[in-house]
């Protein structure tokens, strides 16, 4: 099963507007990553953030990480048209817990131009 | 460098025919190797991983199964498609050592009439 939900399922912007996604899970993790999805292909991953951190920034984008509330939100900022994408949350569990890696249900971004 | 490699691109198979997709990696030893299925518009479904040769772990009771003959080759397989069995399948692969992004290879289509 799905380990994290994300929300919005969809979100349309203007180009140079600001674009937030976030995501929820359920059980103590590792590390939480985001990755982008081009349609049809392969995922791309952006940004990991461990579960001792609360916030990472990795050019345009910016993670935060709250493990009490077991949230995530990722931050685009001065969105491009080639920012659009469906984005992804995932989950790695500790290798005790079989060191699966099971992503959320996506975000679609459209960014207009 | 590292690469991943996942094939055929696309595949249309008759219901109740075998199926058989293959997934190799290049310039890494040990990786942990993981199979996913995407619907339509969907998130990302866990159906294997594994982390060594002959280990492999089931997300989800279906009717596929995973091998792994060899330390960097990955084989999702099937007896008899069914409809449902129509998807987006990717696999991926980590680190076993470091846990963390996973690399995509760029995903198998498969079309189930």
């Known amino acids: 099963s799905q380990q994290g939900e994300e929300d919005p399922q969809a979100l349309s912007i203007q180009e140079g507007e600001n674009a937030t996604m976030n995501c929820s899970y359920k059980?103590?993790?590792?590390?939480l990553q985001w990755y982008r999805q081009n349609s049809g292909r392969g995922l791309v991953h952006l940004i990991l953030?461990?579960?001792?951190?609360r916030e990472k920034h990795s050019g345009r984008l910016r993670v935060t990480l709250d493990t009490s509330k077991k949230s995530s939100s990722l931050l685009i900022t001065a969105s491009r048209a080639a920012d659009t994408a469906s984005y992804f949350c995932?989950?790695?569990?500790?290798?005790?817990?079989?060191?699966?890696?099971?992503f959320g249900t996506g975000t679609r971004l459209a960014v207009r131009p | 460098s590292q690469t991943i490699h996942q094939w055929p691109a696309t595949l249309v198979q008759p219901v109740g025919s075998p199926l058989s997709l293959e997934c190799t990696v290049e310039?890494?030893?040990?990786?942990?190797l993981y199979w996913y299925r995407q619907a339509a518009g969907r998130g990302l479904q866990l159906l294997f991983y594994?982390?060594?040769?002959?280990?492999i772990s089931s997300e989800v009771p279906q009717n596929l199964s995973a091998s792994r003959p060899q330390d960097r080759q990955f084989i999702l397989s099937s007896k008899k498609l069914l409809l449902s069995d129509s998807g987006f399948y990717l696999c991926?692969?980590?680190?076993?050592?470091?846990?963390?992004?996973?690399?995509f290879g760029q995903g198998t289509r498969l079309t189930v009439v």
């Open positions: 953030i461990r579960s001792n951190e």
């Open positions: 991926a692969w980590r680190s076993r050592d470091i846990g963390g992004e996973a690399f």
């Open positions: 310039g890494t030893s040990n990786p942990n």
């Open positions: 059980t103590s993790i590792n590390n």
């Open positions: 594994s982390v060594g040769i002959g280990q």
């Open positions: 995932a989950t790695a569990y500790p290798k005790s817990s079989g060191d699966k890696l099971t």
